[in-house]
C-alpha cells in the first residue's frame, strides 16, 4: 500500500499545477493495439506489474470486454511521468475502437486537450481511424501519432529497412493527408500535422513493449537497424530494457500535447456559445480554479458500492464534497457525495479537484453524459454530436413479470449511461425497444442486462429501423380541423443535402443566434428569405412561417408545432420519422375563439396538413446503409464480394493492400444481418471485415410496397394505405 499511498500524494500535489497536467485520449481502429498500449503506460508508470501488462488488459475492466478482446466502455485512469526532471500528471482515457461504440469517443474527446491516435503498421489508416480523428479535431484536440505492431513488419513481412521505412512514412502522409483535410477550414487551429523529425510520430510493440521516437534515439543511442537486429534474434526484452515504450510515449505526450493553460483558450470558444466577454469565459480560459465551477460531464458509470458516478472535465472551480450544483437543463440542485481522480483505474477519493482535471464525481442524479454541471447557471456546453444515428431495434420483455420493474429502471439507465442508445418503454404491452448503432451495440447491452441485473430476457429479432423522405415538391395542401373552423395551408418539398447535413452535425440548431444559424444553412444552399423564415427545427425537418399577419396565429403557434411534431414522428406511409423536409406554412384561418382552436382541433388540422403534403411530394422509403470492407486473402476474394453482392449490395472497389485484398462496398443494414457467420464460413474464417452506417438511402420501388406493409403490420396498422398514395 506504501507505493500507492505515495502515488495518490503525488497526484494530489500536481492538481494544482495545470501547466504540469495533460489529459489526452488514445484511440484508434478497432484492434489496433490500444487498450495493449495503456496497458504498458500503466506498467510504465508504476501502477501495474510490468511482466502481465499487455496480457492483464487492466482497462477492459468488464467480464464481456475480456471476453470479446475489444474495448466497450472507455476507461479513465491518471499516472504520474517524469519528464525533464519535472513530475507530470497525466490523465488518460482508453476509447473504444469499434463503430457501434463510437459515442464513447466522441464523449471522451471533450473531456482531453490532445489524442494519441494508434495505427497498425501493417494495416495502415483505416475507415475508423478516419472515424476517430474527425472526432478529435471537431473539438480542437491536437493528434499525435503511435504507429503500432511494427514488429509484425519486421518478423511476419520480413521486410528490409527500406521497405520498411516507405512503408512507416506512407502512413504517416495518408494520416497528415487526413488531418490537413479535416483543419483546411479550422482557423484556430495552425497545422497540427504529425512529424518524424519534430517528434510526434513514435513507432513501436504495445505487445513486446518497446517503442522508438527521434527523440528516444537521440537518448538512448539506439538506432532502427540495431532494432530490427534484436527483434530478429527474439531478444525483446533487452529491446524493452533499452528502449520502453513507455518512456517514448509519456515523453512525447509531455511535449507535445498542450496543458490546460494552453488548451483551455482555444478550446472553449469551440465547445462553448456563452458570453465571450463574461467573468465565466474568463474563468475557464485562464482555468482559475478559485472562480465558478464548472465541470462537463462526459461518462456515467455504476460502481456497485458508490452507486452512479459522473466523469468529466473541470474546466473551472474547485469541486468538492458538499457542494450544490445546477446540472443543465434540469430544475433544482444536486449535492455532491464524494469527489475523486483516478489512480490506474481505480477511483481514489480526495478532498477537492481544481481546474484543468478530470475528476470523478458522485451525487449528480441527475447528470446524464453530456450534462453541464455548474455552482451558478450559465449556458451549457454544445450538445456533444454523434456522428451515426440508431438503425438497429430490438425489443425486449422480461421473461418474469415480476422483474418487469427492475428492467423497466435498467433501461432508463442504459439509456443515461449512453445517448447513442434510444429506449422506447412500452408500459401497455412491456415490449420494450431499444435501438443503436448495430447488432453487436444491442447484443452487448442485453448481455449486461443479464449479467449485471440478474434480470432473464427474451429479445426479439433485430428490426431495423427505416425513414421517410419526400421526393418532389407538393402542391399547397389544406388541412382542417374536426370541427372545420380551422384550416392550415402548408406545402412540402425536399431539403438539399448539405442543408439536411448541416443540420445533423449540429452547426445549426434552434439554440444557436439566429444570425449564426441562418449563415450556416445558407452556405449549405438555402435561400436567403427563406433562411429568415425558419420557425422550428425538428430532427433533419425545418418548418418556415411564411405567413403574413394572422390574428391569434402567434399562440396557437406552440399547437402548430405540436402537430408537426406528431406528424413528422410518425410518417403517413409506415410511422417510420421523417427526414429531410422543409415545411412552409403559407396561410391559416383560425377560429376568433380560443376555445375552438384548441389542441383537440389544430393538432390533427396540422396532422392532416403536412402527412398530405407529404403524400403530395412523393414520399418515400428510405433504408438505412452500411460501407463494408472486408480484407481477404486473394484466393478467397470472390466468397467475399459475392457475399456483399448477394445482399443487395454494390462492390466499389477491390485493391491489394500487402498480402490481402481489400474489397470495399455498400449495402442495405437490413441485410447485413447474421453477416458475420455467413462471410465466417464464405471464406474459412480468413477475412477480416468492417462496417460502418453511411446514412440512409430511398429503397428500391419494387420493394417499397411490401417493406411498408410488412412494418405496418408489426406495428398493428391497418394495412389500407391513404388512397393518395397510388405512385405504386
Same mark, same amino acid.
Given at each position: 500500500?506504501?507505493?500507492?499511498? &505515495?502515488?495518490?500524494?503525488?497526484?494530489?500535489?500536481?492538481?494544482?499545477?495545470?501547466?504540469?497536467?495533460?489529459?489526452?485520449?488514445?484511440?484508434?481502429?478497432?484492434?489496433?493495439?490500444?487498450?495493449?498500449?495503456?496497458?504498458?503506460?500503466?506498467?510504465?508508470?508504476?501502477?501495474?506489474?510490468?511482466?502481465?501488462?499487455?496480457?492483464?488488459?487492466?482497462?477492459?475492466?468488464?467480464?464481456?470486454?475480456?471476453?470479446?478482446?475489444?474495448?466497450?466502455?472507455?476507461?479513465?485512469?491518471?499516472?504520474? *511521468?517524469?519528464?525533464?526532471?519535472?513530475?507530470?500528471?497525466?490523465?488518460?482515457?482508453?476509447?473504444?475502437?469499434?463503430?457501434?461504440?463510437?459515442?464513447?469517443?466522441?464523449?471522451?474527446?471533450?473531456?482531453?486537450? +490532445?489524442?494519441?491516435?494508434?495505427?497498425?503498421?501493417?494495416?495502415?489508416?483505416?475507415?475508423?481511424?478516419?472515424?476517430?480523428?474527425?472526432?478529435?479535431?471537431?473539438?480542437?484536440? &491536437?493528434?499525435?501519432?503511435?504507429?503500432?505492431?511494427?514488429?509484425?513488419?519486421?518478423?511476419?513481412?520480413?521486410?528490409?529497412?527500406?521497405?520498411?521505412?516507405?512503408?512507416?512514412?506512407?502512413?504517416?502522409?495518408?494520416?497528415?493527408?487526413?488531418?490537413?483535410?479535416?483543419?483546411?477550414?479550422?482557423?484556430?487551429?495552425?497545422?497540427?500535422?504529425?512529424?518524424?523529425?519534430?517528434?510526434?510520430?513514435?513507432?513501436?510493440?504495445?505487445?513486446?513493449?518497446?517503442?522508438?521516437?527521434?527523440?528516444?534515439?537521440?537518448?538512448?543511442?539506439?538506432?532502427?537497424?540495431?532494432?530490427?537486429?534484436?527483434?530478429?534474434?527474439?531478444?525483446?526484452?533487452?529491446?524493452?530494457?533499452?528502449?520502453?515504450?513507455?518512456?517514448?510515449?509519456?515523453?512525447?505526450?509531455?511535449?507535445?500535447?498542450?496543458?490546460?493553460?494552453?488548451?483551455?483558450?482555444?478550446?472553449?470558444?469551440?465547445?462553448?456559445?456563452?458570453?465571450?466577454?463574461?467573468?465565466?469565459?474568463?474563468?475557464?480560459?485562464?482555468?482559475?480554479?478559485?472562480?465558478?465551477?464548472?465541470?462537463?460531464?462526459?461518462?456515467?458509470?455504476?460502481?456497485? *458500492?458508490?452507486?452512479?458516478?459522473?466523469?468529466?472535465?473541470?474546466?473551472? =472551480?474547485?469541486?468538492?464534497? +458538499?457542494?450544490?450544483?445546477?446540472?443543465?437543463?434540469?430544475?433544482?440542485?444536486?449535492?455532491?457525495?464524494?469527489?475523486? /481522480?483516478?489512480?490506474?483505474?481505480?477511483?481514489?477519493?480526495?478532498?477537492?479537484?481544481?481546474?484543468?482535471?478530470?475528476?470523478?464525481?458522485?451525487?449528480?442524479?441527475?447528470?446524464?453524459?453530456?450534462?453541464?454541471?455548474?455552482?451558478?447557471?450559465?449556458?451549457?456546453?454544445?450538445?456533444?454530436?454523434?456522428?451515426?444515428?440508431?438503425?438497429?431495434?430490438?425489443?425486449?420483455?422480461?421473461?418474469?413479470?415480476?422483474?418487469?420493474?427492475?428492467?423497466?429502471?435498467?433501461?432508463?439507465?442504459?439509456?443515461?449511461?449512453?445517448?447513442? /442508445?434510444?429506449?422506447?418503454?412500452?408500459?401497455?404491452?412491456?415490449?420494450?425497444?431499444?435501438?443503436?448503432?448495430?447488432?453487436?451495440?444491442?447484443?452487448?447491452?442485453?448481455?449486461?442486462?443479464?449479467?449485471?441485473?440478474?434480470?432473464?430476457?427474451?429479445?426479439?429479432?433485430?428490426?431495423?429501423?427505416?425513414?421517410?423522405?419526400?421526393?418532389?415538391?407538393?402542391?399547397?395542401?389544406?388541412?382542417?380541423?374536426?370541427?372545420?373552423?380551422?384550416?392550415?395551408?402548408?406545402?412540402?418539398?425536399?431539403?438539399?443535402?448539405?442543408?439536411?447535413?448541416?443540420?445533423?452535425?449540429?452547426?445549426?440548431?434552434?439554440?444557436?443566434?439566429?444570425?449564426?444559424?441562418?449563415?450556416?444553412?445558407?452556405?449549405?444552399?438555402?435561400?436567403?428569405?427563406?433562411?429568415?423564415?425558419?420557425?422550428?427545427?425538428?430532427?433533419?425537418?425545418?418548418?418556415?412561417?411564411?405567413? &403574413?399577419?394572422?390574428?391569434?396565429?402567434?399562440?396557437?403557434?406552440?399547437?402548430?408545432?405540436?402537430?408537426?411534431?406528431?406528424?413528422?414522428?410518425?410518417?403517413?406511409?409506415?410511422?417510420?420519422?421523417?427526414? =429531410?423536409?422543409?415545411?412552409?406554412?403559407?396561410?391559416?384561418?383560425?377560429?376568433?375563439?380560443?376555445?375552438?382552436?384548441?389542441?383537440?382541433?389544430?393538432?390533427?388540422?396540422?396532422?392532416?396538413?403536412?402527412?398530405?403534403?407529404?403524400?403530395?411530394?412523393?414520399?418515400?422509403?428510405?433504408?438505412?446503409?452500411?460501407?463494408?470492407?472486408?480484407?481477404?486473402?486473394?484466393?478467397?476474394?470472390?466468397?467475399?464480394? +459475392?457475399?456483399?453482392?448477394?445482399?443487395?449490395?454494390?462492390?466499389?472497389?477491390?485493391?491489394?493492400?500487402?498480402?490481402?485484398?481489400?474489397?470495399?462496398?455498400?449495402?442495405?443494414?437490413?441485410?447485413?444481418?447474421?453477416?458475420?457467420?455467413?462471410?465466417?464460413?464464405?471464406?474459412?474464417?480468413?477475412?477480416?471485415?468492417?462496417?460502418?452506417?453511411?446514412?440512409?438511402?430511398?429503397?428500391?420501388?419494387?420493394?417499397?410496397?411490401? &417493406?411498408?406493409?410488412?412494418?405496418?403490420?408489426?406495428?398493428?396498422?391497418?394495412?389500407?394505405?391513404?388512397?393518395?398514395?397510388?405512385?405504386?
Amino acid at each position: 500500500m506504501g507505493r500507492r499511498k &505515495k502515488i495518490v500524494q503525488e497526484c494530489e500535489t500536481l492538481m494544482d499545477d495545470p501547466e504540469h497536467i495533460r489529459n489526452i485520449a488514445i484511440a484508434a481502429h478497432v484492434d489496433h493495439g490500444k487498450t495493449t498500449l495503456t496497458d504498458n503506460l500503466l506498467a510504465g508508470a508504476g501502477m501495474i506489474s510490468d511482466d502481465t501488462a499487455g496480457e492483464q488488459l487492466a482497462m477492459d475492466t468488464e467480464e464481456d470486454e475480456q471476453e470479446r478482446g475489444i474495448t466497450i466502455d472507455a476507461a479513465n485512469v491518471s499516472m504520474t *511521468h517524469e519528464y525533464e526532471d519535472q513530475n507530470h500528471l497525466i490523465n488518460l482515457i482508453d476509447t473504444p475502437g469499434h463503430v457501434d461504440f463510437g459515442g464513447d469517443v466522441t464523449r471522451a474527446m471533450r473531456a482531453v486537450d +490532445g489524442a494519441l491516435v494508434v495505427v497498425d503498421a501493417v494495416e495502415g489508416a483505416m475507415p475508423q481511424t478516419e472515424t476517430v480523428l474527425r472526432q478529435a479535431l471537431r473539438e480542437g484536440v &491536437k493528434p499525435t501519432l503511435f504507429i503500432n505492431k511494427v514488429d509484425r513488419l519486421i518478423s511476419e513481412l520480413q521486410e528490409g529497412p527500406e521497405e520498411m521505412q516507405k512503408r512507416l512514412l506512407a502512413v504517416i502522409q495518408d494520416v497528415n493527408d487526413l488531418i490537413r483535410g479535416m483543419t483546411e477550414e479550422m482557423d484556430d487551429i495552425e497545422d497540427w500535422t504529425v512529424s518524424v523529425e519534430e517528434g510526434t510520430v513514435g513507432f513501436g510493440s504495445a505487445l513486446y513493449k518497446w517503442g522508438v521516437s527521434m527523440p528516444s534515439m537521440q537518448r538512448t543511442g539506439m538506432d532502427f537497424g540495431e532494432i530490427m537486429e534484436l527483434e530478429r534474434n527474439d531478444n525483446r526484452q533487452e529491446l524493452h530494457e533499452r528502449t520502453p515504450l513507455s518512456d517514448v510515449v509519456l515523453d512525447m505526450v509531455c511535449e507535445h500535447f498542450p496543458n490546460p493553460v494552453d488548451a483551455q483558450p482555444m478550446r472553449v470558444p469551440r465547445i462553448w456559445r456563452g458570453d465571450a466577454e463574461s467573468q465565466l469565459a474568463d474563468d475557464m480560459r485562464l482555468v482559475n480554479e478559485d472562480g465558478e465551477v464548472v465541470l462537463m460531464v462526459t461518462d456515467i458509470g455504476v460502481d456497485p *458500492h458508490a452507486g452512479e458516478i459522473a466523469a468529466g472535465r473541470v474546466f473551472s =472551480g474547485t469541486l468538492e464534497k +458538499g457542494q450544490e450544483l445546477y446540472v443543465s437543463g434540469t430544475a433544482g440542485k444536486n449535492r455532491i457525495q464524494s469527489v475523486g /481522480i483516478y489512480m490506474g483505474g481505480e477511483r481514489e477519493e480526495v478532498d477537492r479537484v481544481p481546474a484543468g482535471n478530470i475528476a470523478a464525481v458522485t451525487g449528480l442524479k441527475d447528470a446524464i453524459a453530456g450534462s453541464t454541471v455548474s455552482s451558478e447557471e450559465m449556458t451549457p456546453f454544445e450538445s456533444i454530436e454523434h456522428i451515426s444515428e440508431p438503425v438497429i431495434t430490438k425489443s425486449v420483455e422480461a421473461q418474469n413479470m415480476d422483474d418487469l420493474p427492475k428492467l423497466i429502471e435498467t433501461l432508463q439507465q442504459v439509456a443515461k449511461e449512453d445517448p447513442t /442508445i434510444q429506449v422506447e418503454i412500452n408500459e401497455d404491452t412491456g415490449e420494450h425497444l431499444i435501438s443503436g448503432q448495430g447488432e453487436l451495440h444491442l447484443e452487448v447491452i442485453g448481455q449486461r442486462i443479464e449479467r449485471n441485473q440478474g434480470i432473464p430476457i427474451n429479445t426479439g429479432e433485430p428490426i431495423v429501423v427505416y425513414r421517410e423522405a419526400p421526393q418532389d415538391n407538393s402542391r399547397e395542401v389544406e388541412g382542417r380541423s374536426p370541427n372545420n373552423h380551422n384550416r392550415f395551408y402548408i406545402s412540402i418539398e425536399p431539403l438539399g443535402e448539405d442543408i439536411v447535413e448541416t443540420i445533423k452535425m449540429g452547426e445549426a440548431s434552434m439554440d444557436m443566434p439566429e444570425l449564426e444559424r441562418r449563415e450556416a444553412l445558407q452556405e449549405a444552399g438555402m435561400d436567403k428569405d427563406d433562411s429568415q423564415n425558419i420557425e422550428h427545427i425538428h430532427g433533419t425537418n425545418i418548418l418556415l412561417d411564411e405567413t &403574413k399577419g394572422i390574428q391569434h396565429l402567434n399562440e396557437t403557434m406552440e399547437l402548430v408545432i405540436e402537430g408537426l411534431e406528431e406528424a413528422l414522428d410518425d410518417g403517413p406511409l409506415a410511422a417510420e420519422p421523417v427526414q =429531410g423536409s422543409l415545411i412552409r406554412l403559407h396561410d391559416a384561418r383560425l377560429h376568433e375563439d380560443a376555445i375552438h382552436r384548441g389542441p383537440a382541433q389544430v393538432i390533427p388540422a396540422v396532422r392532416e396538413a403536412v402527412h398530405n403534403a407529404l403524400i403530395d411530394a412523393s414520399i418515400k422509403l428510405l433504408e438505412p446503409i452500411q460501407q463494408v470492407r472486408i480484407d481477404v486473402p486473394n484466393d478467397h476474394m470472390g466468397a467475399a464480394s +459475392g457475399e456483399i453482392q448477394g445482399r443487395r449490395g454494390r462492390v466499389d472497389d477491390m485493391y491489394q493492400e500487402g498480402d490481402l485484398m481489400v474489397v470495399e462496398g455498400v449495402a442495405p443494414v437490413d441485410e447485413m444481418i447474421g453477416f458475420s457467420s455467413d462471410i465466417r464460413s464464405a471464406t474459412e474464417g480468413r477475412a477480416s471485415w468492417n462496417t460502418e452506417n453511411a446514412g440512409f438511402q430511398v429503397l428500391a420501388d419494387n420493394l417499397q410496397p411490401d &417493406k411498408i406493409s410488412e412494418i405496418r403490420e408489426r406495428k398493428g396498422m391497418k394495412q389500407e394505405l391513404n388512397p393518395a398514395i397510388d405512385y405504386f
